[in-house]
Structure formats: structure tokens, C-alpha cells
């Protein structure tokens, strides 16, 4: 069975990179046909969509994301990666990771999350 | 991009209550709707997924419906387990977005 687990600082500066990984187990990133996402959940708030990175390595990011936000693959180590720069307080969140089949477009399969702050 | 309106924001209903949630999306996305129950400090889970399937393991008392623009999440019987915060998720085309989530509550 597979599973997701987020890892990284819990707090980051203003103005610096916001580096995240998701560990994937219980299966490998080499096979089949997945979108690995990253979602974010401020407290107390809803649910919004960072971008994903395909199994072929192609990626798709939020527009109002674009200019900062990074979304990698590792398949080597199993895990895929999101850089987010330039942070503020408005990127103080819960940080999911979640996979997606590219046939049943769902996230059936979540991290369960990690919260980052933004505060010096 | 498309934008996907849920309502209402919250929910008060007794036990045993048919509950309904709306999801209006702001163009015509198919069947490309998913709906998703998440309880406090836990993930979303997923419990609907192209707009009317049941996802695997969920009660049969959670059902989807709707095409085009309009969506509809029905719970039949409202137990206290559902209490919960629930999403609609757009994925016809990217970015895919979530509704603003309807919080449930046990009146």
C-alpha cells in the first residue's frame, strides 16, 4: 500500500525558499502513470492546489505560483520535492502532498501534511 | 481559469437529517468533479470522485450528482461520524481548484 509522508523545516524566514519533500513507500515512482501533487491548507481554511509533477517529469503550477514555486522529481530516491521562494506570512500553511492516477484523475492517496511557518 | 463555488459554508443537521452541498463550477466541466470529507487535524479523504462514483470502502449513504456546471453531494442519513468539513475539487483542467468547503456540523 502506498503512502505519502511530508518532511521539512516547520519554520522559514520571510524572503527565503521553502523546501519541502515527500517520501513515497510502499511502491515505486517508476512505474506507472501518476501526477504527484503538493496542496496547501492555511489554518483554518480551505484547500488550494500548488502544482503537480507528472511521471515523465513534466510539471503544472497555480499561475499566481508560477514565478516561485518548484515541484521536482526524484525517482532515484523515491520522492518528489517542492521549492517555494520568496516566502511570506501568506505562505504559512499546512503543506500535503497527494498522488493522483492520470486515468482517475483523484487524490486518493495523502500525506498527512506538515505545517510550515513563515516568521523571522 | 475555472473556478468552483460551494455552498453553503456551513451546516447544522440532526441525526438521521438528508443533507445536500452544491458545487457550481464557472464553466461547463463535464463529470470532472471529485468531493472529499476531511476531519480536523486529519487529510482529506476522497469519498466521490467523477462527479456520482462512490470511492471504494465509502457507506452508501454519501452520494454525487450533476454535469456541466452543477453539483450536488448528498449524505441520506446523516450519522455523527460524518461530521466533517467537505470539498468539491474541480479537475478538468489545470489548475485545478477546490471549493471554499462546507463544514458540517451535528445540530
Known amino acids: 500500500q502506498v503512502q505519502l509522508q511530508e518532511s521539512g523545516p516547520g519554520l522559514v524566514k520571510p524572503s527565503e525558499t521553502l523546501s519541502l519533500t515527500c517520501t513515497v513507500s510502499?511502491?515505486?515512482?517508476?512505474?506507472?502513470?501518476?501526477?504527484w501533487t503538493w496542496i496547501r491548507q492555511p489554518a483554518g481554511k480551505g484547500l488550494e492546489w500548488i502544482g503537480r509533477v507528472y511521471t515523465s517529469g513534466r510539471t503544472s503550477y497555480k499561475p499566481s505560483l508560477t514565478s516561485r514555486v518548484t515541484i521536482s522529481l526524484d525517482k532515484s530516491n523515491n520522492q518528489f520535492s517542492l521549492r517555494l521562494m520568496s516566502v511570506t506570512a501568506a505562505d504559512t500553511a499546512t503543506y500535503f502532498c497527494?498522488?493522483?492516477?492520470?486515468?482517475?484523475?483523484?487524490?486518493?492517496?495523502w500525506g498527512q501534511g506538515t505545517t510550515v511557518t513563515v516568521s523571522s | 481559469d475555472i473556478q468552483v463555488t460551494q455552498s453553503p459554508p456551513s451546516l447544522s443537521a440532526s441525526v438521521g437529517d438528508r443533507v445536500t452541498i452544491t458545487c457550481q463550477a464557472s464553466?461547463?466541466?463535464?463529470?470532472?468533479l471529485n468531493w472529499y470529507q476531511q476531519k480536523p487535524g486529519n487529510s482529506p479523504k476522497l469519498v466521490i470522485f467523477d462527479a456520482s462514483n462512490l470511492e471504494t470502502g465509502v457507506p452508501s449513504r454519501f452520494s454525487g450528482s450533476g454535469s456541466g456546471t452543477h453539483f450536488t453531494f448528498t449524505i441520506s442519513s446523516l450519522q455523527p461520524e460524518d461530521i466533517a468539513t467537505y470539498y468539491c475539487?474541480?479537475?478538468?483542467?489545470?489548475?485545478?481548484?477546490f471549493g471554499q468547503g462546507t463544514k458540517l456540523e451535528i445540530k
Open positions: 510502499g511502491g515505486s515512482m517508476r512505474g506507472g502513470a501518476y501526477y
Open positions: 475539487q474541480h479537475y478538468d483542467s489545470v489548475p485545478y481548484s
Open positions: 464553466q461547463d466541466i463535464n463529470n470532472y
Open positions: 497527494a498522488r493522483a492516477e492520470l486515468r482517475e484523475d483523484a487524490f486518493r492517496i
